[in-house]
């Protein structure tokens, strides 16, 4: 079965660091398949907003928000997108979610690469909170 499974959340100081992984299951993250995966998040009474992508070519496009901060990445070995998060500031406090698109390359997305209609499959999501 086709799935996403985030983890690392946790609570942090103002400043602190976290790493956040997706395991993909069902899917193959390859320099052979063509995908496009993404991170986006949501605050309380906000909407969904993406923060980070890659694709197999390792293109990794940020939100102007988290760029120098967040840094998006995979392990082809473990199947896993992992979003490092360093200089956290508490307007990072947010549901951090990954998702998936397949048959996908970010060069043919353009501006829609961070857009949450462009992505199909969506993990749960793990919860991130910053404190002052």
């Known amino acids: 079965q086709d799935h996403l499974v985030e983890s690392g959340g946790g609570s942090v100081q103002a400043g602190g660091s976290l790493r956040l992984s997706c395991a993909a299951s069902?899917?193959?993250?390859?320099?052979?398949?063509?995908?496009?995966m993404a991170w986006f998040r949501q605050a309380p009474g906000k909407e969904r907003e993406g923060v980070a992508a890659?694709?197999?070519?390792?293109?990794?496009p940020y939100a102007q928000s988290v760029r120098d901060r967040f840094t998006i990445f995979t392990d082809s070995a473990k199947n896993t997108l992992y979003l490092q998060m360093n200089s956290l500031k508490p307007e990072d406090t947010a549901m951090y979610y990954c998702?998936?698109?397949?048959?996908?390359?970010?060069?043919?997305?353009?501006?829609?690469?961070?857009?949450?209609?462009?992505?199909?499959?969506w993990g749960q999501g793990t919860q991130v909170t910053v404190s002052s």
């Open positions: 890659i694709d197999r070519n390792g293109y990794s």
């Open positions: 069902g899917f193959t993250l390859s320099s052979s398949v063509d995908y496009c």
């Open positions: 998702a998936i698109r397949l048959s996908c390359s970010i060069a043919a997305l353009g501006p829609a690469t961070l857009s949450r209609q462009t992505y199909t499959y």
